[in-house]
């Protein structure tokens, strides 16, 4: 599937009131893994209350043990803080990496906006060196905004 025809079936999770908000994001995780090669793990993260810290929400993929990440640490952490998308080639060429599976190669960090707010983001890791493209950060960008629709 192209991202073009995966836009509707978002769509059509996010408006689906029969379940909840975290029921909702776990459908996006999946239809995400199962139909994009390069996806292997695809979660959610969410600032946790009022601490500076992400707590791990929704995802499919291996299991994590990074259920909290402190707000400038890993990946994550470091879009907590700027607010920008961060796409990595190759996690083993970052100083500030979390590592989650010695599989994972690059990773991709997109924040997700309610009201000017960064209040969480999408986080997928793939086991294929530097597969993201513009098109993949143009179509998360689109899943956020549909994500922040919910929340």
């Not at 259920?67 to 060429?93: L, R, W, Y």
Request: glycine share 6%; charged share 25%.
């Amino acid at each position: 599937m192209t991202f073009e025809t995966l836009k509707p079936e978002i769509k059509s999770i996010v408006s689906n009131a029969d379940y909840t908000t975290d029921e909702r994001l776990l459908k996006i995780c999946e239809l995400l893994e199962a139909n994009v090669d390069y996806y292997n793990w695809v979660g959610f993260y969410f600032k946790n209350g009022d601490k500076n810290e992400l707590k791990l929400g929704p995802y499919v993929g291996e299991p994590t043990d990074h259920t909290i990440i402190p707000f400038g640490k890993g990946i994550c952490g470091q879009v907590a803080v700027s607010n920008e998308n961060f796409v990595v080639p190759d996690v083993s060429a970052q100083d500030n990496y979390i590592a989650c599976s010695i599989t994972v190669k690059a990773e991709i960090v997109i924040p997700i906006f309610v009201n000017g707010e960064n209040i969480g983001q999408i986080d997928i890791d793939s086991n294929t060196p530097d597969p993201f493209t513009e098109a993949d950060e143009r179509f998360l960008e689109f899943v956020c905004a549909e994500v922040a629709s919910l929340l």
